[in-house]
């Protein structure tokens, strides 16, 4: 597979963190941004506002033009909110591309309200072409990290085996490894769950009740992750992958991850609203907290932290609810 040039939908953290990555590979890479804001920022400062002494690749080009961006390229990279992603492919790239076919890699991470299906799914429905051409790109990566040169492994997944291990090499180099793998709906589940875990870690530490509980949170967590996983025909090896385990302990853990930012401020007391305004940038997992539980509902699964983290998002209930859906019935009662 011969690829120069590369397009990335989306240049928030991680959308110019890839570009970026790529484009000292030697790709050409043409990043697209919607917020008007934001491009003009990053073409008139030649770097980005939210990263540390970033200076963007000279081989970046920088647009808000689809046409444009798609224009000759080998590739296609998604890290746009995943509520969008749908009416993207439909409106803008299904009359550009008019039927040619283009690797796309998903970095976006979501289950969509109501059809249970995941970004590949949702490329693949609207753009039919791509049929096993919509690959996921899942891991534990925080994109200021990647762009510190933190070593970092991702997985990538898909049916075709060799298309994945083609692209895997074009993603891979320093600091990032691409782990190839085949289970490409366990890895996207793992993605869009892992999100709404971390959410429920974050009201932890706003309740303020410390490691312990939250260790155990991720525990029993994580069984409620699997479970989902194989009910939607997943493998149940993968919730101990990179996209699953691997992805819940770094974004449930860490001071720096959005979701768990927002489910701190939840437990603080703040509604969503507010938790949302505070934490300012996207945090995905607000997106699947209701699918993830509709999914659980609708298979008749035992999913108490899945459960509590709807509720406390959702229908707005107090924090302590996810203690009790632990076992500590007495707290949040006095």
């Given at each position: 597979m011969q690829v120069n040039k590369i397009t990335v939908f989306g240049a928030g953290i991680w959308g110019s963190v890839i570009a970026q990555h790529l484009a000292k590979k030697g790709y050409n890479v043409s990043l697209w941004e919607y917020n008007e804001q934001l491009l003009n920022v990053l073409k008139t400062m030649?770097?980005?506002?939210?990263?540390?002494?970033?200076?963007?690749?000279?081989?970046?080009?920088?647009?808000?033009?689809?046409?444009?961006?798609?224009?000759?390229?080998?590739?296609?990279?998604?890290?746009?909110?995943?509520?969008?992603?749908?009416?993207?492919?439909?409106?803008?790239?299904?009359?550009?591309?008019?039927?040619?076919?283009?690797?796309?890699?998903?970095?976006?991470?979501?289950?969509?309200?109501?059809?249970?299906?995941?970004?590949?799914e949702l490329v693949e429905e609207e753009l039919p072409q791509l049929k096993d051409h919509v690959l996921a790109f899942s891991g534990p990566s925080f994109a200021l990290e990647v762009a510190q040169n933190v070593p970092t492994k991702i997985m990538l997944a898909g049916a075709n085996k060799a298309l994945v291990q083609e692209i895997a090499d074009v993603m891979s180099g320093d600091p990032i490894i691409v782990v190839p793998a085949t289970d490409r709906r366990g890895v996207e589940y793992g993605g869009g769950i892992k999100n709404v875990l971390a959410i429920g870690c974050g009201v932890i530490d706003g309740i303020g009740d410390g490691a312990n509980a939250k260790a155990a949170l991720i525990t029993q967590a994580l069984q409620e992750m699997n479970d989902i996983i194989v009910s939607q025909g997943g493998e149940h090896g993968t919730v101990y992958s990179l996209a699953g385990f691997g992805d819940a302990i770094l974004t449930g853990m860490s001071a720096i991850s959005r979701n768990r930012r927002l489910g701190e401020k939840l437990g603080a007391g703040l509604t969503l609203e507010e938790a949302k305004k505070e934490v300012g940038t996207i945090a995905e997992g607000v997106n699947s907290v209701q699918s993830v539980y509709d999914i659980a509902r609708k298979n008749n699964l035992h999913t108490p932290i899945i459960d509590a983290v709807w509720q406390i998002v959702c229908q707005g209930k107090q924090p302590h609810v996810l203690l009790q859906a632990m076992g500590f019935i007495n707290r949040g009662n006095k």
């Open positions: 030649g770097r980005h506002p939210n990263i540390p002494n970033f200076k963007i690749h000279d081989n970046i080009q920088l647009t808000d033009n689809v046409a444009d961006a798609v224009k000759d390229t080998d590739l296609i990279v998604f890290v746009i909110s995943s509520k969008a992603i749908r009416l993207f492919c439909r409106e803008q790239l299904r009359p550009l591309l008019n039927g040619r076919v283009v690797p796309v890699v998903s970095a976006s991470k979501g289950i969509e309200d109501k059809t249970f299906k995941t970004i590949c």
